[in-house]
Nanobody, 120 residues
Framework: QVQLVESGGGLVQAGGSLRLSCAAS????????IRWYRQAPGKQRELVAT???????NYADFVKGRFTASRDNTKNMVYLQMNSLKPEDTAVYYC??????????????WGQGTQVIVSS
């Protein structure tokens, strides 16, 4: 079984920063692409950032230049550094990982989410 656990959320003033972490544990061969999503109250879940196993990143337009995704494959950790936060960034943030469990068996896992609240 694979578990993803996010942490690092909290309450911050507009213009501030937070660093989210996502820790993967369990039995698997490797973690491939990892995505950060967020879901604000009453809204659909939206993709925020993608980071591949090789470290290539891609960002939604609404966070480009403010958020940075990174990962430490030796620790099975992924991070989302969020700077210049805006009230509209308020949401529950989730990590999603494509995990190679065994040969030819990859599955998608979600964390439980971490709440980010940005006050104006």
């Amino acid at each position: 079984q694979v578990q993803l656990v996010e942490s690092g959320g909290g309450l911050v003033q507009a213009g501030g920063s937070l660093r989210l972490s996502c820790a993967a544990s369990g039995s698997f061969i490797s973690i491939n692409t990892i995505r950060w999503y967020r879901q604000a109250p009453g809204k659909q879940r939206e993709l925020v950032a993608t980071i591949t196993s090789g470290g290539s990143t891609n960002y939604a337009d609404f966070v480009k230049g403010r958020f940075t995704a990174s990962r430490d494959n030796t620790k099975n950790m992924v991070y989302l550094q969020m700077n210049s936060l805006k009230p509209e960034d308020t949401a529950v943030y989730y990590c999603n990982a494509l995990v190679l469990l065994r040969a030819f068996d990859s599955r998608s896992y979600w964390g439980q989410g971490t709440q980010v609240i940005v006050s104006s």
